[in-house]
């Protein structure tokens, strides 16, 4: 299996600050890579797909690209509502996998 | 709007076996793959099962192959995971999720879950 190789587990940051989120997959996936904001109690919601493709709906300061094997999410300005756990995850082959999440906390 | 709610879950016995189902609305069914994707409390998430639009592929992880089966009903939009030979671990939050291909996409839309508690 592909595995997802998610940093940093736990990031403090403050309003306005820009912060970024790495992934890093076991072998090559493409751009087959999607990006997910969980809150606590509710259902994980796309943020990102195909690597860098904006989900409808989701704010233009979330943005997603990619370097080989290595994947990046970066949001430009936190807000507040953006205090979540964010999970990466490869769609290149069965069976999925996610990375490990990252718990994105106010400072 | 894309709406996936499920049901079926609630406490069973090591060893026991659960249905889960998801009724699905909202989109053309059977043109979609749909995934089974757990948390376990506290933990982050875990894809279990995945199956093609036509149901004619399926896939599942190691944790739960040979004790699990997903199927699909396209005339009833709903999906389905038969758990069985339950174990301490299986417990978890299972949400059904959609996928944006007949095969082997990201997940676009999710269910708001299904709680499986397996203790003795």
């Known amino acids: 299996d592909i595995q997802m190789t998610q940093s940093p587990s736990t990031l403090s940051a403050s309003v306005g600050d820009r912060v970024t989120i790495t992934c890093r997959a076991s072998?090559?996936?493409?751009?087959?890579l999607a990006w997910y904001q969980q809150k606590p109690g509710k259902a994980p919601n796309l943020l990102i797909y195909?690597?860098?493709s904006l989900e409808i709906g989701v704010p233009s300061r979330f943005s997603g690209s990619r370097s080989g094997a290595e994947f990046t999410l970066t949001i430009s300005s936190l807000q507040p509502d953006d205090f979540a756990t964010y999970y990466c995850q490869q769609y290149n082959s069965y069976s999925f996998t996610f990375g490990q999440g990252t718990k994105l906390e106010i400072k | 709007e894309v709406q996936l709610l499920e049901s079926g879950g609630g406490l069973a016995q090591p060893g026991e076996s659960l249905r889960l189902s998801c009724a699905a609305s909202g989109f053309t069914f059977s043109r979609y793959a749909m995934s089974w994707v757990r948390q376990a409390p506290g933990k982050g998430l875990e894809w279990v099962s995945a199956i093609s639009g036509s149901a004619d592929s399926t896939y599942y992880a190691d944790s739960v192959k040979g004790r699990s089966t997903i199927s699909r009903d396209n005339s009833k939009n709903t999906l389905y995971l038969q758990l069985t030979s339950l174990r301490v671990e299986d417990t978890a939050v299972y949400f059904c999720?959609?996928?944006?291909?007949?095969?082997?996409?990201?997940?676009?839309?999710w269910g708001q879950g299904a709680l499986v508690t397996v203790s003795s």
């Open positions: 999720a959609k996928e944006d291909y007949e095969t082997g996409g990201h997940l676009d839309h």
């Open positions: 195909k690597a860098s």
């Open positions: 072998q090559s996936i493409s751009d087959r």
